[in-house]
């Protein structure tokens, strides 16, 4: 079983930036692709960006492309979401997620953290 906290999240001006943590028990984090997904008020929950086991490789959502990078820290049991040049549509709770298998529907998804809210002011 994984355990995943989420942190960093907080108010922050069009144009600035916001680094999110997912701290996670030791379970298997380190043999699986981490997920970052967000929800906005009235909307689904939408894939962001994730990265495999070995941070190999990342993935990411056009609409953050060029602008977020996902990092992890194996050793410390950490994903990272770097998040630059923000706007006010990234204002959403921003969860992580360990894989069970896939990459970009939250289906693939077996474990979560409770979500941080990320609110990007205009």
């Known amino acids: 079983q994984v355990h995943l906290v989420e942190s960093g999240g907080g108010l922050v001006q069009a144009g600035g930036s916001l680094r999110l943590s997912c701290a996670a028990s030791e379970g298997t984090f380190s043999s699986r692709t981490m997920g970052w997904f967000r929800q906005a008020p009235g909307k689904e929950r939408e894939f962001v960006a994730a990265?495999?086991?070995?941070?190999?490789?990342?993935y990411y959502a056009d609409s953050v492309k060029g602008r977020f990078t996902i990092s992890r820290d194996n050793a410390k049991n950490t994903v990272f979401l770097q998040m630059n040049s923000l706007k006010p549509e990234d204002t959403a709770v921003y969860y992580c997620?360990?894989?069970?298998?896939?990459?970009?529907?939250?289906?693939?998804?077996?474990?979560w953290g409770q979500g941080t809210q990320v609110t990007v002011s205009s």
């Open positions: 990265i495999t086991w070995t941070g190999g490789r990342s």
């Open positions: 997620a360990a894989a069970k298998s896939g990459i970009f529907y939250a289906t693939d998804y077996d474990y």
